[in-house]
């Protein structure tokens, strides 16, 4: 690895939408991923319900 930032996408669930309080696991640990490898220096982009935050 060259240590350079990643561009990544990360696929949610297109019907419930990624924002607090939570509808069940998915949607929480899609959250906690993204901030996760954003605070790594990735660019992450986040394909979700149109209501996620």
Do not use: N, W, Y
């Amino acid at each position: 690895m060259t240590g350079r930032p990643l561009r990544i996408a990360v696929m949610a669930h297109c019907r419930h939408p990624i924002a607090a309080p939570f509808m069940g696991g998915m949607e929480g640990h899609a959250h906690h991923l993204v901030h996760a490898l954003r605070a790594r220096g990735h660019d992450v982009t986040l394909v979700a319900a149109g209501d996620s935050r």
